[in-house]
């Protein structure tokens, strides 16, 4: 039997863009169902919220957009133009108010942080335990990066000699600090996530706290830079571990798998659920349209009808967009647009160097400045569909740095416009 279910908007993606569109048009007291697969790029984050690179040192989030859409006429920031300063604002608010555990830097300024690599760079917000880290308000500081065990102590022993060069301009230093916590032979497969598992453990914290402390002390590091503080009370795991530790913690910036990723996606799911968001585990295999779009369609067979419809689906990662031959946006049947290549051979759209443009990672759905996506010929393709997130044509988190801010972004203006329709 085909169950069906019918809600004022219907939202394809549980990433921040589906969360922003679906926690918007929820508390302006609208019926929402949000459909999701599985954890997309959302769930890999580092644990810091881009809108886009600090246009200078110091400059706000709104003026760094500004610099960003004017350099990139193609990106979404540009393409929705008239509405683009309300849709950041909008998204400011909402993190803050949504995700308590964000802090952006000082008076509306750019937190500048260690990256999993130990270059440094700019971020609008971040996680409050990795936000601790923000370089500018620990000029002189020696800092001790915590080597765990496997992969994780080798990337520390980069990640300290690379941060050391990095703080010499700011009259600081960076170390290694090598902790026998885990000195078992098997210990070297442990993964980011079993760190996690393990600092949360009764008593542990405090264990991992002294060990550092004992570090610290014998390399002279004033404070120390861990690579993860737990799943599920980072905020007081850190506290633990300071306490112990008798130097300032803090958490690094993660590389995929994210721990800080992982707790984003678990705070977003739970606030859809207390919220009222009806949330549909599920995967949507077509959409059912004439002139406007009546339904998404489930493999299980399930129907889910709304007035309005917001497209979150996010890029390759999640499923939003698959290559064969071309690209293909995978649920509504819409064209994929790729700004900048020069042809659609795959060798076309991807660089030699590998820190170049890579046009295929901007491939996406090309919108008018409500967000509404437009067929090959460039008009609106169905009135009562909107994009936003990664989906988007012109956007790349790792070209313009404008991943979970401009989701957030798009995310709010993507459900303004399911409301009118709605
Ligand atoms: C490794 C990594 C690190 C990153 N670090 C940062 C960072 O530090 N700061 C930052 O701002 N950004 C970062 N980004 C970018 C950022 O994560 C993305 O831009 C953002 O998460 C996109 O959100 P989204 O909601 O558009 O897509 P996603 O989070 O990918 O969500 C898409 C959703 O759509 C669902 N979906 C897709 N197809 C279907 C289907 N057919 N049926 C049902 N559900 C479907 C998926 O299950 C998923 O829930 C990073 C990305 C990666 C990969």
Do not use: Y
């Not at 679906?22 to 890999?44: E, H, M, N, Y």
């Not at 004992?214 to 993860?228: D, N, P, W």
């Amino acid at each position: 039997m085909t169950e069906s279910l019918t809600v004022d908007i219907a939202i394809l993606g549980g990433g921040m863009a589906g969360f922003a569109a679906a926690v918007t048009a929820r508390r302006a007291g609208k019926d929402v169902a949000l459909i999701c697969q599985s954890p997309g790029a959302t769930a890999l984050s580092s644990g810091c919220v881009d809108f886009a690179p600090a246009s200078s040192e110091g400059a706000t989030i709104a003026a760094s957009v500004e610099t960003l859409a004017a350099a990139r006429p193609a990106h979404p920031f540009a393409v929705i133009a008239s509405e683009r300063a309300r849709a950041v604002h909008a998204a400011v608010e909402l993190l803050g108010r949504e995700f308590p555990f964000l802090a952006g830097g000082a008076d509306g300024r750019p937190l500048l942080l260690a990256t999993p690599m130990g270059a440094v760079r700019d971020a609008a917000m971040a996680q409050k335990t990795i936000a601790l880290g923000d370089l500018q308000l620990l000029r002189g500081a020696r800092i001790g990066v915590v080597a765990l065990a496997g992969v994780q102590a080798l990337e520390a022993r980069l990640v300290a000699s690379l941060l050391d060069e990095s703080l010499a301009s700011r009259g600081g230093s960076a170390t290694l600090l090598t902790v026998p916590l885990f000195v078992q032979r098997s210990d070297a497969q442990l993964l980011s996530s079993d760190f996690a598992a393990d600092v949360e453990r009764p008593g542990r914290a405090a264990e991992w706290g002294r060990a550092i402390g004992l570090a610290a002390r014998q390399c002279g590091a004033t404070h120390a830079l861990i690579s993860t503080v737990g799943l599920v009370d980072p905020v007081s795991t850190l506290e633990v571990l300071t306490q112990g530790a008798g130097v300032r913690c803090f958490e690094q910036m993660s590389g995929p798998p994210s721990v800080p990723g992982l707790r984003l996606q678990r705070a977003i799911d739970a606030r859809l659920s207390e919220i009222g968001v009806r949330v549909i585990s599920g995967v949507a295999t077509a959409a059912i349209s004439g002139d406007t779009v009546q339904a998404i369609q489930l493999g299980s067979g399930e129907r889910v009808n709304a007035r309005a419809f917001v497209l979150a689906s996010g890029k390759f990662l999640s499923g939003g967009i698959t290559r064969e031959a071309t690209f293909q946006e995978t649920v509504f049947g819409l064209p994929v647009h790729v700004p900048g290549a020069r042809g659609t051979w795959i060798g076309d759209l991807l660089d030699r160097d590998p820190a170049g443009e890579h046009a295929a990672l901007a491939a996406g759905v090309a919108t008018d400045s409500m967000l509404r996506p437009l067929d090959a010929d460039g008009a609106v393709r169905f009135p009562n569909l909107f994009a936003a997130g990664a989906i988007l044509a012109g956007s790349g988190a790792t070209r313009d740095q404008s991943g979970l801010g401009l989701a957030a972004a798009t995310g709010w203006l993507a459900a303004q416009g399911a409301m009118a329709f709605a």
